[in-house]
T-cell receptor, first 115, second 116 residues
Framework: NAGVTQTPKFRVLKTGQSMTLLCAQD?????MYWYRQDPGMGLRLIHY???????AKGEVPDGYNVSRLKKQNFLLGLESAAPSQTSVYFC??????????????FGPGTRLTVT | AQKVTQVQTEISVVEKEDVTLDCVYE???????LFWYKQPPSGELVFLIR??????QNEISGRYSWNFQKSTSSFNFTITASQVVDSAVYFC?????????????FGAGTTVTVRA
């Protein structure tokens, strides 16, 4: 099992450009999440999904959109990149069995620089 | 308001010393979960432990141990006899809310440097 994979690993964008980050998991997890990690701030939740076809806003959703058309994939889109979106982006997934907050499994991260 | 506060920003120790990372959380829920994750220099996030609010037993896993105290809203992490491979950023996280809608709130992290 590959676990959680993210594509691409690195990307440099110019202000105003758009891009999509792809997250894929092979653990049949119901829940998927997108976070951003900035120095000294831990990880902050951007958007999440509780199942195929659903999405919800997290703590810092502005400037991002997401889609979950297939259970195993969760896409994060930046329509018009800004320098403030320079960050490391992590995708995570977890099982939804029972009413328990099981641990999340993280992808390797995508380092995005917006110039 | 910050839900999870990691008291130390950075800790530097010499190999074989013990190191304790303090985590203080804030929630109004009676059911919640606490986690610790490790982020080594390679960048990935590695799950270490999950604890629910009804289980205050301390836990030991090899050189790692955790002390959960609801009375002080703390979930502290100790590495005994530290090794260079323990050098990493450690995150404490809280999951609260409605069942099925649990989201993680992370602390800012504690950077641990273990010198040989």
């Amino acid at each position: 099992n590959a676990g959680v994979t993210q594509t691409p690993k690195f990307r440099v964008l110019k202000t105003g450009q758009s891009m999509t980050l792809l997250c894929a998991q092979d653990m049949n997890h119901e829940y998927m999440y997108w976070y951003r990690q900035d120095p000294g701030m831990g990880l902050r939740l951007i958007h999440y999904s509780v199942g195929e076809g659903t999405t919800a806003k997290g703590e810092v959703p502005d400037g991002y959109n997401v889609s979950r058309l297939k259970k195993q994939n969760f896409l994060l889109g930046l329509e018009s990149a800004a320098p403030s979106q320079t960050s490391v982006y992590f995708c995570a997934s977890r099982t939804g069995q029972g009413n328990i907050a099981y641990e999340q499994y993280f992808g390797p991260g995508t380092r995005l620089t917006v110039t | 308001a910050q839900k999870v506060t990691q008291v130390q920003t950075e800790i530097s120790v010499v190999e074989k010393e013990d190191v304790t990372l303090d985590c203080v959380y804030e929630t109004r829920d009676t059911t919640y979960y606490l986690f610790w994750y490790k982020q080594p220099p390679s960048g990935e996030l590695v799950f270490l432990i999950r604890r629910n609010s009804f289980d205050e037993q301390n836990e030991i896993s090899g050189r790692y141990s955790w002390n959960f105290q609801k009375s002080t809203s703390s979930f502290n992490f100790t590495i005994t006899a530290s090794q260079v491979v323990d050098s990493a950023v450690y995150f404490c996280a809280l999951s609260e809310g409605r069942p099925g809608d649990y989201k993680l709130s992370f602390g800012a992290g504690t950077t641990v440097t273990v010198r040989a």
